[in-house]
Every structure is written in structure tokens, then in C-alpha cells.
């Protein structure tokens, strides 16, 4: 599994998300996290520039969250990814 978590540096809602996932990371459940800087592209803060944090299990998909890890929308895309 992997997840897509828009961010922006001294950010701490971004930092506090990041955390709250990587403790949803266990043996039974593994993933990758790629942090995008939304401020590294005009496109990006277009996009999310209030909303970041923004967390996706798929770019294709709508985005789990964002402000605050929903643990159950992660949880749910981990157990459909199983």
C-alpha cells in the first residue's frame, strides 16, 4: 500500500498527520508514505493550498482526508489493499 500526503514545511497539522499515520503501520498492514512540498509547484498550492494536509491511498481516487488523519478512511483502504 502506498499513500500520497500533500504537505508543506513548518507546517504542523502536516507533521501531526504524518505521525498519526505511521502509527497506523504494523506488520499485518504495510505502506509507503510519499510527502509532496505543495509549495514546490504553482500547480499544487493552486490545488491544496489551504487544505494541506491531504492524504490519498490513490491519485485516481478522492482523498481520504485532510486537516486531520480519519482514521477509519485510512484503516478501510488499508483492508481493501489486504
Known amino acids: 500500500m502506498h499513500f500520497t500526503l500533500y504537505s508543506r514545511s513548518y507546517c504542523h497539522l502536516c507533521e501531526d498527520m504524518h505521525q498519526a499515520l505511521l502509527r497506523l503501520r504494523t506488520p499485518q498492514h504495510?505502506?509507503?508514505v510519499d510527502i509532496i512540498d505543495v509549495d514546490a509547484d504553482e500547480a499544487l498550492v493552486a490545488r491544496f493550498d489551504e487544505?494541506?494536509?491531504?492524504l490519498f491511498a490513490s491519485l485516481d481516487q478522492p482523498e481520504l482526508c485532510h486537516y486531520f488523519l480519519d482514521e477509519t478512511a485510512v484503516l478501510a483502504a488499508l483492508a481493501a489493499n489486504a
Open 30 to 32: 504495510p505502506f509507503t
Open 51 to 54: 487544505l494541506v494536509p491531504v
